[in-house]
């Protein structure tokens, strides 16, 4: 299978406890994206990486939300001190191109 | 604000007819536009795309058009079969990020 995985693929934690998710990308493509889905929404756009630089970060993406692509390959993201707000689809993305995306299935993150 | 707006939750159409999607944005400065179909769990898949430099980009089935003058795009499927039932995002690129819509769900009518 050489399409982007996602893992875990759900994920239900605590209030205040600390999640990792991972995401592999498409194996050619250099940029790398994250984003957030809730019910009814689209993905909201939450940062990008080009190889293992990270190029911007939105406004969503608050002090408790980092994520790191070491090398270039795989990246996480790391979200400290969940809330019930945080309980979302999380959703990564690789291209060569930026405005053609492939996703992952997701993780989607239940904060009890 | 939205700067990406898909107006109609649902759309339901005949096996067999033409479906049309809409969207409109407010952001001039868009380079491409996309559609992405999304089936439960799993993520959104790319359908089609056009440049903001076109008008009309067609692929088998698909076909998206853009009328800039408007700040509207619509993507439509024809024949429409059982297997296009999901939900419809349409996204618009710039500056490296895409912006999605709400996303539009199709039912496809036996």
């Known amino acids: 299978d050489t399409g982007v995985s996602q893992n875990p693929r759900h994920k239900i934690t605590k209030r205040g406890q600390n999640v990792t998710f991972r995401c592999d990308p498409i194996s050619e493509h250099n940029r790398l994206y994250w984003y957030r889905q809730t019910l009814g929404q689209g993905p909201e756009f939450l940062t990008y990486f080009q190889n293992e630089a990270q190029l911007e970060k939105s406004r969503l993406l608050s002090d408790r939300f980092s994520a790191e692509r070491p090398k270039g390959s795989f990246s996480t993201l790391e979200i400290q001190r969940t809330e019930q707000g945080d309980s979302a689809m999380y959703l990564c993305?690789?291209?060569?191109?930026?405005?053609?995306?492939?996703f992952g299935p997701g993780t989607r993150l239940t904060v009890t | 604000d939205q700067q990406v707006k898909q107006n109609s939750p649902s759309l339901s159409v005949q096996e067999g007819r033409i479906s049309i999607l809409n969207c409109d944005y407010t952001?001039?400065?868009?380079?491409?536009f996309l559609w992405y179909k999304k089936y439960p769990a799993e993520g959104p898949t790319f359908l089609i795309s056009i440049s903001s430099i076109k008008d009309k980009n067609e692929d088998g089935r698909f076909t998206v058009f853009l009328n800039k003058s408007a700040k509207h795009l619509s993507l439509h499927i024809v024949p429409s079969q059982p297997g296009d039932s999901a939900v419809y995002f349409c996204?618009?690129?710039?500056?490296?990020?895409?912006?999605f819509g709400k996303g539009t769900r199709l039912h496809i009518l036996p």
């Open positions: 996204a618009a690129s710039s500056d490296d990020k895409i912006i």
């Open positions: 993305a690789s291209s060569f191109k930026a405005y053609e995306q492939y």
């Open positions: 952001n001039s400065m868009f380079d491409y």
